[in-house]
């Protein structure tokens, strides 16, 4: 009778070892080992043992976690068990927020709490905007964004309180509610426009549109075109598994550091070109490329010399990401908002991608698309992906809270052998 185990024969001792396997919700996509049953495997017993070998995590598994779901050998991406297509096309961004924080979708009197709860707590202290302040007008928003949450930590000192679920639940909300307002006040400091206060009459996204973009108007109005657009990016950049960013919220976190230090972390892991920083590139990259009939000579030019072309391939995914289709759909809509040929390009881009590589397009390459129609500048885009972020972020460090070990990898070491000290003057 089979058993869930894997047999090792060491063939340096010739000793076997039997090491239990364990499955998740879907055994059919693999199955895991505890690493540190390897450390078992010795040729001696001052040996350390084996450790598994995996530079940027490629096949380790660092925790069990019941809130995001992909696959992305078929390109299924659910939260909580909910296909990702139903809940871009039927829900909102803060629906989404409370399933993937409390495991279940909320009916309407426990969605009213949870967007009262949120709404009310957008408002900036005075003195963090003399923070936000203190920043050269060229600072890059996500550069803002990363140090303001850091400070938050500092305003709100019951935060270390990690396991004290009031307070815990209460940071959630703030860090929800206040992310839009940071991001917008770092657009408009950039440009030297004043700040706009939170309009809790708005929708969550209507209301960053508001701080974004209101000038003199007694009322803003959001165009609810626009409004649903950036709810559902939201929706679909709100929680990707362990992903850079939030593999460096978990890691902060299982130090039992609080919450706001956590997101700075994570948030700083996303500024980065490969991660959240991605879909600025794409932008750049479109920009230079200018129209479909230049493609193929920047394609060729850029493989020749061996460098990436943003927006495509992913990590996870063999096939599109499914983020993907949702992105395109609403950039259409918003062509007119700006100019179509960035979307002839795109087309023509990923036809000759395909043909060269046989790569697929990720959730970077239309949310650029889309941020440029919402007439969102480039340098703002990775602060619009922390903001979808936030709610996958806390849902994540809640997990490492109730099932925490402090997180500390180990190394293959390379350098030298023990080495005799020198003094000084005979070196």
């Not at 949870?114 to 963090?128: F, Y």
């Not at 180990?410 to 070196?427: A, F, I, W």
């Amino acid at each position: 009778m089979a058993k869930d185990t894997l047999t090792i024969t060491d063939n340096r001792t010739g000793e076997i070892y039997e090491v239990p396997i364990s499955y998740g919700t879907y055994p059919e996509y693999g199955a895991a080992i505890p690493a540190a049953e390897l450390r078992k495997i010795k040729v001696s017993e001052n040996d350390f043992g084996l450790i598994t070998y995996d530079p940027g995590y490629t096949n380790t598994g660092s925790c069990k976690s019941n809130i995001t779901f992909v696959d992305g050998q078929r390109g299924l991406l659910r939260y909580r068990g909910y296909p990702i297509d139903q809940l871009a096309e039927k829900s909102t961004y803060l629906e989404i927020s409370y399933l993937l924080l409390n495991g279940e979708r909320p009916n309407q009197e426990e969605l009213n709490d949870w967007i009262d709860n949120i709404t009310m707590r957008t408002m900036l202290n005075e003195s963090i905007k003399k923070v936000i302040d203190a920043f050269h007008y060229d600072a890059h928003p996500m550069g803002i964004l990363v140090s303001t949450l850091g400070v938050l930590s500092t305003f709100y000192p019951k935060a270390k309180e990690i396991f004290n679920e009031e307070s815990r639940t209460r940071q959630i909300w703030r860090l929800i509610a206040k992310m839009p307002t940071i991001a917008a006040y770092a657009y408009r400091h950039q440009r030297g426009l004043p700040y706009v206060l939170p309009d809790n009459d708005l929708s969550y996204t209507g209301n960053f549109l508001n701080m974004l973009f209101k000038v003199t108007e007694q009322k803003y109005e959001p165009d609810p075109v626009l409004e649903r657009a950036l709810d559902v990016l939201f929706i679909l950049h709100a929680d990707h598994e362990q992903n850079c960013s939030t593999s460096v919220m978990r890691n902060v976190g299982s130090s039992q550091s609080d919450p706001y230090v956590a997101v700075a972390g994570a948030a700083a892991a996303l500024y980065g070109p490969l991660h959240g920083g991605a879909n600025q590139r794409v932008k750049e990259m479109l920009d230079e490329i200018g129209s479909p009939d230049c493609v193929v000579d920047y394609v060729d030019k850029t493989l020749a010399a061996k460098k990436r072309i943003m927006g495509f391939g992913h990590r996870v995914y063999r096939v599109e990401d499914p983020r993907g289709r949702h992105l395109k759909a609403h950039a259409e809509k918003l062509q007119d908002e700006g100019d179509p040929m960035m979307l002839e390009t795109s087309a023509r881009l990923i036809e000759v991608m395909h043909q060269r590589k046989g790569l697929s397009i990720n959730v970077d390459f239309y949310s650029a698309s889309l941020y440029t129609y919402l007439r969102l500048p480039p340098d703002l885009f990775p602060n619009l992906f922390a903001i979808s972020r936030i709610a996958g972020w806390a849902a994540h460090i809640l997990e490492q809270y109730a099932d925490n070990q402090l997180i500390r990898p180990r190394s293959e070491y390379r350098g030298p052998g023990q080495r005799r000290y020198r003094p000084l003057g005979e070196r």
